[in-house]
């Protein structure tokens, strides 16, 4: 099958950067040192994954792997039917990898969002700016050390006051 | 010629400017959904064929904050939509009325995270509040009839006073 | 001699806010876009107006608690997000569930994707000016929350599934009412084609309007209808099958021309198969439990059970005290599934406690939008509702 052939001519091609390919409830993963990502990601397109059906990332604080940050992506065959995942590990200390925009265009609001909600940077990404949260937003949500209720940003806005109606009591 | 007196009983009708002002107000409320998630469906749904709310005169839907007197807040507001809802609220003319639509408007709702608003009363002033994740069409009814019963106890030597400051 | 000379008349190009607050942006979107007279050269979409936190707060509630959360992500059809989410996380505990689950499931999310479709036509059309398809077909979108309010007890926000099986069975009666409102579902369809399919007015408004080519559905990684208007012959629930979809009989839909018009005919044309799902559905239903075996400690006891039973109490705080209950292994899941919109799937990362580590959706509205920009450039300023009404953007999923 094309998943298993493509998995071992990976292997083949890249021995330095692959870390580990493993197999959870059927689903393979291919686990990848981050500074290959661009060319092993190519590889897989050619060979007949072209649909890049989900991009994100996972902080690894609690849960532990090769390194603090993973970016995952889950790609597609609709010939063969058939998905592999690829996660790519990044240090703590330069979260940095390439972006794969010029792969996938739908690479580009992905990436920003995993840039918004990580603080992971893409390299050579046509505008790596945040997405979701206002462009004043100070810190990246979803790392683990990050409060769910959030620092003071959900309270922080100026009150408003009734204009010139009085104050009613609440009916 | 002079009417009679038979004609004048059936013809005219007394009342104060204050009730007359307030019955016009109260049966054309001009309400701008400001829908953001689920209740604005449910929102959708009052105005259909239904619960349809033209029957009390509200149906009249203005997305121009210029236009209308009643704001519904429908739905959560994250911190990057609060300013654009404060900003709409001072758009609107004077007198205006708020309803604060379903559990997350009101509260934040389910939402106890960074970036939702945990109740926008706490930055805009609000009238009426609605239960509910979605409040269902019954509900949005119940309150229009709530902003109803308000605008009709508005005092006209309120706007008078205020203009003299 | 002087002559007279006309100099073309100049037109500065402008910028145009549109958004965030607009009757066509269907709650909370804002684009930027760059208009030369009344063509557009350029938009910038911004997102992130409803940005609520949905994966902050996964990693936070348990199993089941999220699933309250996933209705209120696609508010319009919120059955097929419980149902992907319960996938998910059956799958990463390797739970198997009934038959007779899986067919109600099938059965729900079906008139889920009727409802959607209904009401994604019907906003189209009056962004267009066609006000009377949106009434004909909220008409039947109400039958159709009166079902889910028999089945689940509410109207939108449903909660039905259960991490291993739902919250209750149906009711009883509950397939002569699907009947009728399909029925009367396939009666509206009609009505809504001969209202808008030869419409003058319509067809200007919508053929050749936002062409999507096949390159692009692999380059933007669109999916769902969609895709399907472009000629992609890519259907989930026929080429992954989940939750027993290839027990049914029903054909996929695809179009040709990738343009507004084609999608919003796809899109009639799927509400037809579903109705014929629902019916096999409906005809095949298989008797049976809907919940896993209670002993293998995902499930909760019934309410019969709770009330009047010590050991059914004490099993019941059992299975929800924080620090019991459910424990899947570590591991990670991807589930894809067919949503109205396209490929939802959720993907959950477990670190064997009870509360998932990770919990992304893949939102089918966010990377089916990030084509607009494309799709708007040279058309008018009033093709954008057009355009944006026929992505079908759900802001709730599409900024989380």
Redesign the interface.
């Known amino acids: 099958m094309l998943l298993e052939k493509t998995i071992s001519d990976v292997k083949e091609s890249f021995p330095e950067a692959i870390l580990d390919v493993t197999e959870?409830?059927g689903?393979r993963?291919v686990h990848i040192k981050c500074d290959r990502i661009l060319d092993i990601l190519s590889f897989f397109k050619e060979a007949g994954f072209?649909?890049?059906?989900?991009l994100?990332a996972?902080?690894n604080l609690?849960?532990g792997g090769f390194e603090r940050f993973v970016v995952?992506y889950?790609l597609?065959s609709?010939e063969s039917?058939e998905?592999v995942?690829v996660k790519a590990y990044l240090p703590e200390e330069k979260p940095t990898l390439r972006s794969v925009e010029s792969l996938?265009?739908?690479a580009?609001?992905?990436e920003r969002?995993v840039y918004d909600?990580y603080g992971i940077t893409f390299e050579s990404h046509p505008n790596m700016t945040?997405?979701?949260?206002?462009d004043t937003?100070d810190g990246h949500?979803?790392r683990k050390d990050?409060?769910?209720?959030?620092?003071i940003?959900?309270?922080d806005?100026?009150?408003?006051?009734?204009?010139?109606?009085?104050?009613?009591e609440?009916? | 010629m002079p009417m009679s007196q038979d004609e004048i009983k059936s013809n005219v009708l007394t009342t104060t400017i204050e009730s007359a002002v307030n019955w016009g107000r109260k049966n054309s409320l001009w309400p701008m959904p400001f829908g953001t998630a689920c209740c604005g469906i449910e929102f959708m749904a009052v105005l259909a064929a239904r619960t349809d709310i033209s029957r009390f005169g509200a149906e009249a839907i203005r997305f121009s904050p210029r236009q209308s007197d009643l704001l519904i807040v429908a739905g959560r507001i994250s911190?990057?939509m609060?300013?654009v809802l404060?900003r709409i609220?001072?758009q609107m003319p004077?007198?205006?009325w708020v309803i604060s639509m379903g559990a997350c408007a009101s509260s934040g709702g389910v939402f106890?995270?960074?970036?939702?608003?945990?109740g926008v009363d706490?930055?805009?002033?609000v009238?009426?509040y609605i239960p509910g994740c979605p409040p269902r069409p019954e509900g949005i009814v119940e309150s229009l009839l709530?902003i109803q019963?308000?605008v009709d106890?508005?005092k006209l030597s309120?706007?008078a006073l205020?203009?003299t400051k | 001699m002087s002559r007279v000379t006309f100099e073309p008349l100049e037109t500065d190009s402008m910028v145009l806010n549109f958004g965030p607050q607009h009757p066509a942006t269907h709650g909370t979107l804002r684009i930027i876009l760059e208009l030369e007279g009344e063509t557009i050269t350029g938009s910038t979409p911004e997102?992130?107006y409803l940005?609520s936190?949905f994966?902050?707060?996964g990693?936070?509630l348990d199993y089941n608690q999220y699933i309250t959360i996933t209705d209120r992500m696609n508010y319009l059809s919120p059955l097929c997000n419980n149902v992907a989410y319960a996938l998910t996380a059956e799958?990463?505990i390797?739970l198997e569930v009934s038959k007779r689950t899986e067919h109600i499931r099938v059965l729900m999310c079906e008139l889920s994707r009727i409802a959607d479709h209904l009401l994604n036509v019907g906003m189209l059309a009056v962004d267009l000016g066609a006000m009377t398809a949106f009434l004909y077909g909220f008409r039947v979108r109400e039958d159709i929350y009166d079902l889910f309010e028999a089945a689940t007890g509410t109207r939108l926000t449903t909660s039905y599934t259960l991490v291993g099986g739902l919250i209750r069975d149906l009711p009883e009666g509950f397939d002569k009412e699907v009947l009728r409102v399909l029925e009367e579902v396939d009666e509206v369809t009609d009505d809504i084609e001969t209202l808008l399919n030869k419409n003058k007015i319509w067809l200007d408004r919508t053929k050749e309007i936002g062409v999507i080519s096949k390159e692009d559905v692999?380059?933007?990684?669109i999916s769902g209808p969609m895709a399907r208007a472009a000629g992609?012959e890519?259907d989930l629930r026929l080429?992954?099958p989940y939750s027993s979809y290839e027990d049914f009989d029903f054909d996929l839909v695809i179009a040709l021309n990738g343009d507004v018009f084609d999608r919003y005919l796809v899109r009639m044309e799927e509400i037809r198969q579903s109705i014929k799902i629902c019916r096999q559905a409906l005809e095949k239903m298989p008797a049976g439990e809907v919940n896993v075996d209670p002993d293998l400690g995902f499930s909760l006891p019934s309410k019969d059970e709770v009330y009047n039973s010590i050991e059914g109490l004490i099993y019941h705080f059992e299975v929800t005290m924080p620090n019991r209950g459910m424990t899947p292994p570590v591991?990670?899941?991807?589930v894809?599934t067919e949503s109205p919109n396209g490929?939802l799937?959720f993907?959950i990362?477990s670190?064997g406690t009870r509360t998932p580590?990770?919990v992304?959706t893949?939102p089918p509205s966010?990377?089916n939008y990030?084509?607009f920009s494309k799709l708007a450039k040279g058309h008018m300023l009033s093709d954008v509702p057009a355009i944006l009404g026929s992505i079908n953007i759900i802001a709730g999923e599409l900024?989380?």
Do not use: C
């Open positions: 959870f409830a689903e993963s072209e649909f890049l059906a989900d994100t996972v902080d609690t849960l995952v889950h597609l609709h039917v998905r995942t996938w265009k739908t580009d609001w992905q969002e909600l945040r997405i979701l949260n206002p937003f949500p979803l990050y409060p769910r209720r959030g620092r940003e959900r309270s806005f100026p009150q408003v006051k009734r204009g010139i109606r009085k104050e009613n609440t009916p | 911190i990057k609060m300013p404060i609220y001072e004077e007198p205006k106890d995270t960074y970036s939702v608003i945990q706490q930055f805009i002033p009238d009426v709530k019963d308000l106890k508005e309120d706007y205020s203009d | 997102i992130g940005h936190g994966e902050k707060l990693e936070d799958k990463l390797g692999y380059s933007y990684g992609i890519w080429k992954e591991g990670e899941a991807y894809p490929e799937g993907y990362v670190d580590y990770r992304r893949r966010l990377i990030s084509i900024d989380r």
